[in-house]
């Protein structure tokens, strides 16, 4: 089946707007979770959902942050009034639950001009 | 808080060779998963190999194994005949309940391999 994706793939944005990224997980998988990858650096955790329940948001970096998976499916990390540090790429992975492994998508490169 | 740590920015290997990276990591946690996963350029994060903490034996996966010290908090990858498709960077992450928490990732290693 496919696997996980995301869009856009690149996203520009001028400083001080809003911009929604989205991820689509595989089909069936109870968990999702969303990472930011700075230039050169390894993932870092922002949040994670089982479910549409949203368990655990200690990793967003400001109230800038939302994220929601309003029907247990596809996610939407929402950015507002973006800054320039906040540009990265974003990793969405999904996993089938307990035990299991984390499967990524390609990532969203945000550019905040 | 769990940290991993991969003090290997950059690697080179010959193709057909063998090469290790490194990774450490300080957990509280009795039980937990360490894995390895591949970044190539294209930046889709691929799975290589994963170990659980409990299990003693050694992971393997085709040319990729893994060297798990628990006492030291070690956990290496070798990757055996190392072919150019192996280029990519190498994330070292941790994970006390696999697919139910998040990954600590460490910084990566970039591995090159040289024709």
């Known amino acids: 089946g496919a696997g996980v994706s995301q869009s856009p793939r690149y996203k520009v944005a001028k400083r001080g707007q809003d911009v929604a990224l989205r991820c689509d997980p595989i089909?069936?998988?109870?968990?999702l979770f969303w990472y930011q990858q700075a230039l050169g650096q390894g993932p870092e955790f922002l949040t994670y959902?089982?479910?549409?329940?949203?368990?655990?948001k200690s990793g967003l970096p400001s109230d800038r942050f939302f994220a929601e998976r309003p029907e247990g499916s596809v996610s939407t990390l929402k950015i507002q009034r973006t800054q320039q540090e906040d540009s990265a790429v974003y990793l969405c992975?999904?996993?089938?639950?307990?035990?299991?492994?984390?499967?990524f998508g390609p990532g969203t490169r945000l550019t905040v001009l | 808080a769990q940290t991993v740590t991969q003090s290997q920015p950059e690697m080179s290997v010959q193709e057909a060779e063998t090469v290790t990276l490194s990774c450490t990591y300080d957990t509280s946690e009795s039980n937990y998963y360490l894995f390895w996963y591949k970044q190539p350029p294209s930046r889709q994060m691929i799975l290589v190999i994963r170990q659980e903490a409990y299990k003693q034996q050694n992971a393997t996966e085709n040319r990729f194994s893994v060297n798990f010290q628990k006492a030291a908090k070690s956990f290496s990858l070798k990757i055996s005949d190392s072919q150019l498709g192996d280029t990519a960077m190498y994330f070292c992450a941790f994970s006390w309940n696999s697919g139910n928490t998040p990954l600590v990732f460490g910084k990566g290693t970039r591995l090159s391999v040289i024709a």
């Open positions: 089909s069936g998988h109870v968990s």
């Open positions: 992975a999904s996993s089938p639950g307990t035990g299991r492994e984390q499967f």
């Open positions: 959902f089982q479910n549409e329940a949203q368990l655990d």
